[in-house]
């Protein structure tokens, strides 16, 4: 369930160029104010090196920002200094979520609920989003899809930047349908070597029919399912889905 991203925390926001993160903030803030409450907390949960936390609290709203990883929280940190509205970052797993009090809406974005592997802890997680969310407030969350990782098996992705190079290998089972990831990260060193790490990360393919039914054991009674970054219905063999709960 974990991502620690020990290694690849630093390099990150460098290698992740196709995150699109201010168009799917912008995606995300139009559905907040459409809201049936008005939004002024919102929760970004799993929320990374905090770029989507960052572009929220410069649109106005006060967030709380949680991840389990502490190298990607500390990204996070740096990133926010500055801001006027300096999101409140918060170590915490998913699936022992607390807040100090409710908060109007929740947001988890780039499928970090893919990073839940077993689904108890989807269900828990579910169940706490719920407990922490007020009465008609919204929460916005996204996933990678079954036919994406099936795609992924056993392919080879690139990224590079002028001093990072890193290499994905992804496998995927259909026994599972848990896509493993290993991750080689090569970063230039200050006096012009380079060190190598290794990271391998696992992510599970979840059925819509699946978060549809634990969302509704979690007690989100509305649920809504278009594709990614868009109000039309997902297409098939879509890379992402874009789930609206209340």
Known sequence: MTRDYEALASSYDGLMTGGQYRRR?????????????????????????????????????????????????????????????????????????????PVDG?????DSLNYLTRERDLRETFRRVRRWLKPGGLFL????TPAKFRRMDRQVYLDETEDSFCAWRTFFSERTQICTYQ?????????????????????R??????????????????????????????EAGEDRWQFQCS
């Open 205 to 234: 393919a979840w059925s819509e029919e699946t978060l549809r039914a634990c969302l509704a054991d979690a007690g989100f009674s509305a649920v809504g399912l278009t594709g990614d970054l868009s109000d039309r219905p997902p």
């Open 25 to 101: 903030a912008a995606f995300l803030v139009r559905r907040l104010r459409r809201s049936p409450i008005p939004v002024e907390t919102v929760l970004d949960l799993g929320c990374g090196t905090g770029t989507i936390a960052c572009l929220l609290a410069e649109r106005g709203f006060r967030v709380l920002a949680a991840d389990e990883s502490e190298d990607m929280l500390a990204q996070a940190s740096v990133k926010a200094e500055g801001l006027e509205r300096r999101p409140l970052f918060l170590r915490q797993s998913m699936t022992r979520l607390r807040l100090a009090e």
């Open 183 to 203: 991750v080689d990260l090569f970063r230039r060193l200050p006096g012009g070597t380079w060190d190598r790490s290794f990271e391998e990360h696992r992510e």
């Open 106 to 110: 929740v947001v988890s974005t780039i």
């Open 141 to 144: 969350f996204d996933v990678n």
